[in-house]
């Protein structure tokens, strides 16, 4: 599983922690690799299904009885040994890969099917929801010039206070403009962190 969605969120969350207690000071290239990291993850989360073998997502494939899916044969078989041994090993040896996937499907133990269908509502959601991700990365990356007063409210005591802060920030560390910008999203309340998501998300476009 350690192509998995789930494991290249985890490490893009302990990169996010990193920053926030400055235990990493990512330069050019470990910024772009935690951006392909997500959007690897997200071009995952896509995908309605997962592979329990390799963590690979999955559109068609193998639907154990067990409610489970596998993306190919060589997986299948080796969950098959794994978790059926006894009925599949004489003396020590496997019968046949074609004879274990035959009495395999026989028995009921896997059918091979498809899931095109099931990319409905709530996997568009999801894909605005990576793609979400995906832009506020990109706009770390490359923010524009004068972005604090504009996300909250040029010349306010607000605006202000965070861009004191922000300024702090690159005094601190003048070699992490990136990583600045996740040390100050960390250090703002709920609310201001939900008001500069949505300012982004109106206002910032990696596609442009």
């Known amino acids: 599983m350690k192509n998995s969605a789930i494991s290249k969120v985890r ?7 990193m920053l926030q207690n400055g235990d ?30 390799t963590g690979e997502g999955m559109y068609e494939g193998y ?3 067990t409610g489970e899916t596998i993306k190919r044969e060589s997986s299948l078989l080796l969950w098959l ?9 004489d003396d020590g040896t496997f019968f046949t890969d074609e004879w274990i996937l035959s009495d395999a499907h026989e028995q009921e133990l896997y059918l091979w099917t498809e899931w095109y269908d099931e990319y409905d509502e709530a996997e568009e959601k ?22 604090i007063q504009e996300a909250f409210g040029e010349g306010t005591s607000l605006a202000n206070h965070i861009e004191a802060k922000w300024q702090n920030l690159n005094k601190r560390n003048g070699h992490g403009g990136t990583a600045n910008v996740f040390n100050l999203f960390m250090e703002l309340s709920d609310g201001n962190r939900e008001t500069l998501c949505t300012w982004v998300a109106e206002n910032y476009s990696h596609k442009l």
Do not use: V
């Open 11 to 17: 490490t893009a969350i302990k990169d996010f922690e």
């Open 24 to 53: 990493w000071n990512p330069d050019h290239d470990s910024c772009q690799a935690s951006i392909d990291n997500l959007e690897s993850a997200a071009a995952q989360l896509k995908e309605p299904r997962t592979c329990i073998i």
């Open 63 to 65: 639907l154990l009885h």
């Open 81 to 89: 040994k794994r978790n059926h041994k006894d009925a599949y090993i």
């Open 126 to 147: 999801k894909d605005a929801a990576a793609d979400q991700i995906t832009n506020f990365m990109y706009f770390a990356y490359n923010f524009p010039a004068g972005w």
